[in-house]
């Protein structure tokens, strides 16, 4: 019982990344219609900024500090990379965006190895990995916990109250009535890929310190944050959310009593699969009709 | 000089050119209807002054060429407000956040008290303000489109079809309303429509477009009563 529910406490830790990553990869599928497989590379790449610059032979900033920088950083850098990369190529078909998504992993992939090397480094916690209840769970991942639920809740009342973020709905919702109205669509997309790009900025941050920093640490995780979107509804924000826990705390029970911690990646693939043959739409998420 | 004025405009989509290069004029506090068979480039035209269809000629909104520039800046520099067919309702909002879209390019604070203009002319919308707006009715989400439009306070209004799948009843109290805003706020309006009787009732004139070009042009009343118009336009 009490593997049980430390399991369970610490798929919630886990799942706390996996919801960020489906939040940041949904609201970029909102906006344009595909996934964002260079997601979890981008956030890679975050990570390693951050840890310039908090590390000695770095800045040597704060962690606080740095972490606010980085999410800055990464929101400027997203939006620029939709701006110079995607909007030039909006109209083009699908598979030009798939390209240039594989592209963009490939790059922030290389380029992170090259610039930082591949020996993994360790990564700071501000929250100690001291146990927070004995046997459950350690401080840092209650700090996980709750530095996504914080950002959860400001992305949640950002979208909601905030004539902006009702704006940016609108314009990944129907650009053309959008435009009409004097939204400037453009921008609010650029917005919107700054904003993904922060929040999967953050995701990094959290988990590096679990996973150790390397270039390929969110390799695994961003499948588990693609299950996490696709079970929740790849139109629904909320339901990426709930998905993202529930993919977090199904992983370790899946990985501790059923298949073993060796094919607990193959969970995350099978639940993708399975959730798109039985209710492609997700939990949440809305049956998307289109006219041909 | 017109508030709107139209010279040689040509649109085109891709390679084909849907409008031909005609001239048409909107008078400052004027109703003007666009009338025309499937396919006679009435949409087109909004669209054009919009910004939305690539074109060439001129345009000129208060003595200023809008070609080539964005729709967004369109909208806001000189206060058009379109009403697309179908309504361009924002589905997944609620019926009051639509009504705030419709005022995205003003300042927070200064539209507060035209909520209420918008519920005067539409009290229906008031009781449904929380809504989500894709299950308002057809009537219900024509009237929220053209209460978003208000929002903007407008000096033109591009109406497209706004009777399109509307109970009679519903589309002659629109027509009714469209006519009072007119006069109330002094609104420009150009109105494309299938329903050449309604929308020749409250103009002052009209346009009949034919496969891209300007077939006749005139006051209302006359186009109205012209023999060849009736028959192949109003049915009787």
Same mark, same amino acid.
């Given at each position: 019982?009490?593997?049980?529910?430390?399991?369970?406490?610490?798929?919630?830790?886990?799942?706390?990344?996996?919801?960020?990553?489906?939040?940041?990869?949904?609201?970029?599928?909102?906006?344009?219609?595909?996934?964002?497989?260079?997601?979890?590379?981008?956030?890679?790449?975050?990570?390693?900024?951050?840890?310039?610059?908090?590390?000695?032979?770095?800045?040597?900033?704060?962690?606080?500090?740095?972490?606010?920088?980085?999410?800055?950083?990464?929101?400027?850098?997203?939006?620029?990379?939709?701006?110079?990369?995607?909007?030039?190529?909006?109209?083009?078909?699908?598979?030009?965006?798939?390209?240039?998504?594989?592209?963009?992993?490939?790059?922030?992939?290389?380029?992170? !190895?090259?610039?930082?090397?591949?020996?993994?480094?360790?990564?700071?916690?501000?929250?100690?990995?001291?146990?927070?209840?004995?046997?459950?769970?350690?401080?840092?991942?209650?700090?996980?916990?709750?530095?996504?639920?914080?950002?959860?809740?400001?992305?949640?009342?950002?979208?909601?109250?905030?004539?902006?973020?009702?704006?940016?709905?609108?314009?990944?919702?129907?650009?053309?009535? $959008?435009?009409?109205?004097?939204?400037?669509?453009?921008?609010?997309?650029?917005?919107?890929?700054?904003?993904?790009?922060?929040?999967?900025?953050?995701?990094?941050?959290?988990?590096?310190?679990?996973?150790?920093?390397?270039?390929?640490?969110?390799?695994?995780?961003?499948?588990?944050?693609? $299950?996490?979107?696709?079970?929740?509804?790849?139109?629904?924000?909320?339901?990426?959310?709930?998905?993202?826990?529930?993919?977090?705390?199904?992983?370790?029970?899946?990985?501790?009593?059923?298949?073993?911690?060796?094919?607990?990646?193959?969970? $995350?693939?099978?639940?993708?699969?399975?959730?798109?043959?039985?209710?492609?739409?997700?939990?949440? !998420?809305?049956?998307?009709?289109?006219?041909? | 000089?017109?508030?709107?004025?139209?010279?040689?405009?040509?649109?085109?989509?891709? @390679?084909?050119?849907?409008?031909? !290069?005609?001239?048409?004029?909107?008078?400052?506090?004027?109703?003007?209807?666009?009338?025309?068979?499937?396919?006679?480039?009435?949409?087109?035209?909004?669209?054009?002054? =919009?910004?939305?269809?690539?074109?060439?000629?001129?345009?000129?909104?208060?003595?200023?060429?809008?070609?080539?520039?964005?729709?967004?800046?369109?909208?806001?520099?000189?206060?058009?407000?379109?009403?697309?067919?179908? =309504?361009?309702?924002?589905?997944?909002?609620?019926?009051?956040?639509?009504?705030?879209?419709?005022?995205?390019?003003?300042?927070?604070?200064?539209?507060?008290?035209?909520?209420?203009?918008?519920?005067?002319?539409?009290?229906?919308?008031?009781?449904?303000?929380?809504?989500?707006?894709?299950?308002?009715?057809?009537?219900? @989400?024509?009237?929220?489109?053209?209460?978003?439009?208000?929002?903007?306070?407008?000096?033109?209004?591009?109406?497209?079809?706004?009777?399109?799948?509307?109970?009679?009843?519903?589309?002659?109290?629109?027509?009714?309303?469209?006519?009072?805003?007119?006069?109330?706020?002094?609104?420009?309006?150009?109105?494309?429509?299938?329903?050449?009787?309604?929308?020749?009732?409250?103009?002052?004139?009209?346009?009949?477009?034919?496969?891209?070009?300007?077939?006749?042009?005139?006051?209302?009343? @006359?186009?109205?009563?012209?023999? @060849?118009?009736?028959?192949?336009?109003?049915?009787?």
């Amino acid at each position: 019982m009490d593997l049980f529910i430390e399991q369970t406490v610490s798929g919630l830790a886990t799942g706390a990344i996996y919801a960020c990553l489906a939040l940041a990869v949904v609201m970029i599928y909102q906006a344009i219609d595909h996934f964002n497989f260079a997601q979890g590379e981008m956030a890679m790449f975050s990570t390693y900024i951050a840890w310039y610059l908090m590390d000695d032979a770095g800045l040597g900033l704060p962690f606080w500090v740095a972490f606010v920088v980085c999410i800055v950083i990464s929101f400027i850098g997203g939006a620029a990379i939709e701006r110079i990369v995607f909007a030039p190529i909006s109209d083009a078909p699908v598979l030009s965006h798939i390209i240039v998504f594989i592209a963009l992993f490939s790059m922030f992939n290389s380029l992170a !190895g090259f610039l930082f090397d591949f020996t993994p480094k360790n990564f700071e916690t501000p929250f100690g990995h001291t146990p927070f209840i004995e046997g459950v769970i350690s401080s840092h991942r209650v700090g996980m916990i709750a530095v996504t639920l914080v950002m959860l809740g400001m992305i949640y009342a950002f979208f909601r109250f905030t004539p902006i973020g009702l704006a940016m709905r609108a314009a990944a919702a129907a650009p053309e009535s $959008a435009r009409l109205v004097g939204v400037r669509v453009g921008f609010m997309l650029a917005l919107g890929w700054g904003l993904a790009a922060s929040v999967g900025a953050v995701a990094g941050m959290l988990i590096a310190p679990i996973t150790f920093l390397t270039p390929d640490m969110m390799l695994g995780t961003l499948l588990y944050g693609f $299950a996490g979107a696709v079970v929740g509804g790849l139109t629904s924000p909320l339901g990426a959310v709930i998905g993202g826990f529930m993919v977090g705390i199904l992983e370790n029970w899946m990985g501790t009593f059923v298949v073993g911690s060796q094919l607990k990646l193959t969970v $995350a693939l099978v639940l993708i699969i399975v959730v798109l043959l039985v209710k492609p739409a997700g939990l949440l !998420g809305r049956v998307v009709v289109k006219r041909v | 000089m017109a508030l709107l004025e139209i010279k040689g405009l040509k649109a085109y989509y891709g @390679q084909i050119e849907a409008l031909h !290069g005609f001239d048409l004029s909107l008078e400052e506090g004027e109703i003007t209807a666009v009338l025309g068979a499937n396919g006679a480039g009435k949409t087109t035209t909004l669209r054009a002054i =919009c910004g939305m269809v690539k074109s060439a000629g001129s345009i000129t909104v208060e003595g200023e060429n809008v070609v080539g520039m964005s729709t967004e800046a369109i909208v806001a520099k000189h206060k058009i407000a379109h009403v697309p067919e179908g =309504c361009g309702t924002f589905v997944r909002v609620s019926q009051e956040e639509n009504l705030r879209l419709g005022a995205v390019t003003r300042r927070y604070r200064e539209i507060e008290k035209d909520y209420e203009r918008v519920y005067h002319y539409f009290p229906r919308l008031k009781e449904r303000r929380n809504q989500q707006a894709g299950t308002l009715s057809g009537g219900e @989400q024509q009237m929220l489109a053209v209460g978003r439009a208000l929002m903007l306070r407008p000096k033109i209004m591009l109406l497209d079809e706004p009777s399109f799948g509307l109970a009679p009843i519903i589309t002659e109290e629109l027509f009714r309303i469209l006519g009072q805003i007119n006069r109330d706020e002094g609104v420009s309006m150009l109105v494309v429509e299938q329903n050449a009787n309604l929308a020749l009732a409250i103009s002052k004139n009209a346009y009949l477009l034919e496969t891209g070009n300007v077939a006749m042009t005139g006051p209302a009343d @006359q186009i109205m009563d012209d023999e @060849q118009v009736r028959k192949s336009y109003l049915g009787y």
